[in-house]
């Protein structure tokens, strides 16, 4: 028996290897990338969720303030002991919820 008759034998690189091979990358891909990402999203909509006036929030800039005002997509936040100090932001922007008391 030659070497090219016992490769094509069953001895040789299949299909069947290079699906299991496809489906080992796909299942590291979903385990690090996807759903992680899936469980940062659940926990922002979480926290947007649980806004309310008069909380204090910190944004990702490293500011704190109390929200005064919430619509659909942004905040109105006011920083400091200034009462003219009122920036309107997105709410993707608070990375932390403080509630009020």
């Known amino acids: 028996m030659n070497i090219l008759a016992a490769a094509n034998a069953g001895g040789g690189f299949g299909v069947g290897a290079f699906a299991m091979y496809v489906v080992f990358i796909a299942a590291i891909f979903y385990f690090m990338a996807y759903r992680p990402n899936k469980k ?3 926990k922002q909509a979480e926290l947007f969720a649980s ?3 008069g909380d204090t929030v910190e944004t990702s800039a490293g500011f704190y303030g109390v929200l005064i005002d919430i619509t659909d997509d942004t905040v109105i936040v006011e ?3 200034n009462k003219n100090c009122r920036i309107p932001m ?3 922007a608070i ?3 403080e509630k009020s008391e």
């Open 40 to 42: 940062e999203k659940a």
């Open 51 to 53: 806004l309310e006036v």
């Open 79 to 81: 920083f400091g002991n």
């Open 90 to 92: 997105r709410k993707d």
């Open 95 to 97: 990375i932390k919820n």
